[in-house]
């Protein structure tokens, strides 16, 4: 198993560019399923989480055309099978954002559950109450969703909290739904718009992705589009804060400001300088950084998926910060590696306290999954000595290339078996 190997203390320096969004190009690839017209995508990550999207799809009986870096070019015209099978769901639960595009197109999906994850129990009981309300019958039995649905019709449905990939599940399927879907209390995350972009370039009508409340107006047979997927803001973010920890002036290329406003503002807060030029933020590492306290929320609040990153940020800071994690119950998995390389941390129930600085030292550590990998990555940067971080496949399946984007701007870090 892969293991990447760092030497820490080495200021990092130069620009570093943002790929696609993997949370933006998961429900992308997932939207060809509503057409048997070609769709092709650009700007996709080189991530594993968009291969296993790419398998799920050619088993279905989709073509898959790559047509170079980060395009592809999927058509799916018969289906050579309705189900997105175990082996390819447990490595990515994100694989469940093809029910609903394949009941509303198919008429039939058989998609296994996910279950449990490393971060978090993580049912999908709002995508299937949602898509029983526009009238599909559902079945669970043997470890698969099991949905039928002769022709899905609109419903309003207001969702109980905010879900993203619940909500992008439900929206792709009202495209093709009859009548007019409303959904209520939705996630407003930009990866959500970024889909609906797509699908009104399908030919779908809806309105009001990116706030809380959204209308789709279904029915009308989708055709094929081309479409660049956005920039990826938690990547931008981890190498924000990858800056603000042992950089000297890094540029982060490439990212959409306005979709990390929540995380700018903290940084600032702690005493970081973020320049914006254009599609370039120039990260300034303060003399001193502040401890800031922290919650995630959902959309325009501070991303969960930042959190751990923040929190190796935190450890360098003066004053104690606490950091209150709201999205998922078991997101701390990163805290005991953290407490190995020396940093002082107390948890109590979903918030963490941390107090620094404290001088981190090197350590063999263990990544649980994708950003506690970031954060240990981020850790092992600013830490005396050498740190090797195993199970680096967790980090791959959302990072393009973290380590040779790293070495590029000066970092000590390869990957060894
Ligand atoms: C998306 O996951 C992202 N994944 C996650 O990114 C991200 O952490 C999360 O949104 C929150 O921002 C993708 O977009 C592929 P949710 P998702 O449904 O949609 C509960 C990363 O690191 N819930 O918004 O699965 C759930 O357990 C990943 O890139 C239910 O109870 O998250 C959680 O506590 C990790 N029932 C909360 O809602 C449901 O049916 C929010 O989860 C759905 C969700």
């Known amino acids: 198993m892969d293991k990447l190997r760092i030497a820490g203390g080495r200021f990092l320096k130069g620009r570093v560019a943002v790929a696609g969004a993997k949370n933006a190009a998961l429900p992308a690839l997932a939207a060809t399923l509503l057409t048997d017209d070609a769709v092709e995508l650009t700007n996709l990550p080189r991530v594993r989480d968009v291969r ?3 398998r799920v799809l050619e088993q279905l009986g989709a073509t898959v055309n790559e047509t170079g870096a980060g395009a592809a070019t999927v058509r799916v015209g018969r289906l050579q099978s309705f189900e997105a099978p175990y082996d390819l769901v447990k490595t990515m639960r994100a694989s469940v954002l093809v029910l609903g595009p394949l009941v509303a197109r198919h008429g039939r999906a058989r998609v296994s559950l996910p279950g449990g994850c490393a971060i978090g ?3 999908i009981n709002l995508h299937i109450d949602g898509l029983q ?3 599909a019958d559902i079945t669970i039995e043997h470890g698969y969703v099991e949905a039928k649905a002769k022709r899905l019709r609109g419903a309003s449905i207001t969702f109980p909290f905010k879900t993203v ?24 995350e930009p990866e959500i718009v970024d889909l609906a972009e ?8 809806i309105h009001g992705a990116g ?9 009308q047979p989708l055709r094929g589009a081309r479409h660049r997927v956005i920039p990826d803001r938690i990547e931008a973010g981890t190498y924000l804060c990858a800056g603000a920890l042992i950089g000297d002036g890094i540029e982060v290329v490439g990212a959409r400001a306005d979709h990390l406003e929540a995380a700018l503002t903290q940084l600032a807060a702690c005493g970081v300088v973020i320049e914006r030029t254009g599609e370039v933020l120039r990260v300034l590492r ?30 360098q800071a003066s004053g104690t910060a606490l950091i209150a994690e709201t999205i998922f119950e078991r997101r701390f998995m990163h805290v005991g590696e953290l407490q190995r390389m020396g940093a002082n941390i107390r948890i109590d129930g979903r918030s963490a306290a941390v107090t620094g600085p404290t001088r981190l030292t090197g350590a063999q ?7 506690a990998s970031a954060c240990l990555v981020l850790a092992g940067l600013a830490a005396d000595g050498v740190t090797v971080v195993d199970r680096a496949y967790h980090l791959d399946r959302g990072y393009e290339s973290m380590e040779t984007k790293l070495g590029a701007l000066g970092a000590s870090i390869e990957r060894i078996r």
């Open 52 to 54: 296993t999207m790419l």
């Open 121 to 123: 129990e993580r049912p």
């Open 133 to 135: 309300k526009m009238g």
């Open 165 to 188: 990939t619940g909500t992008e599940n439900l929206m792709m399927a009202a495209t093709l739904a009859e009548g007019t879907t409303r959904l209520g209390h939705c996630a407003c």
């Open 198 to 205: 797509l699908l009104v370039s399908m030919g779908a009508v």
């Open 211 to 219: 706030t809380e409340d959204i209308v789709i107006e279904g029915g």
């Open 286 to 315: 303060p003399e001193r950084l502040v401890a800031r306290d922290l919650r995630t929320s959902p959309h325009p609040g501070f991303p969960t998926d930042m959190q751990a990153q923040y929190m190796a940020l935190m450890t």
């Open 365 to 371: 550590v263990m990544a649980t999954d994708l950003r």
